[in-house]
């Protein structure tokens, strides 16, 4: 079964950095995509930026392009991870924050975390 952890969430002022995982367990991930996603209060689910867990390729969306890394830790002996670097981070990027996992050629990510709190104080 998969299972996906968030951690690192937390209050930071606005134009600092936080740094979240996602350690994911289950199953071998070659073959799919770990992507980040955020919903603010009152709003819908919106998506951040995904990663190929083979190959590493990266996908953001505009606005966090420039400010937010994603990356992953696909080595064999280490645990799955995979992080959400946030740089210059704005109020408006307060969220919760989710990943989650989909099969490569597919839309629609069948695996969710719990969430992690980001709150952006101005």
């Known amino acids: 079964q998969v299972q996906l952890v968030e951690s690192g969430g937390g209050l930071v002022q606005a134009g600092g950095s936080v740094r979240l995982s996602c350690v994911a367990s289950?199953?071998?991930?070659?073959?799919?995509?770990m992507g980040w996603f955020r919903q603010a209060p009152g709003k819908e689910r919106e998506f951040v930026a995904h990663i190929t867990w083979s190959g590493g390729t990266t996908y953001y969306a505009d606005s966090v392009k420039g400010r937010f890394t994603i990356s992953r830790d696909n080595r064999d002996n280490a645990k799955k991870t995979v992080y959400l670097q946030m740089n210059s981070l704005k109020p408006e990027d307060t969220a919760v924050y989710y990943c989650?996992?989909?099969?490569?050629?597919?839309?629609?990510?069948?695996?969710w975390g719990q969430g992690t709190q980001v709150t952006v104080s101005s």
């Open positions: 289950g199953r071998t991930f070659s073959g799919y995509v």
């Open positions: 989650a996992v989909r099969p490569l050629f597919t839309s629609s990510y069948n695996y």
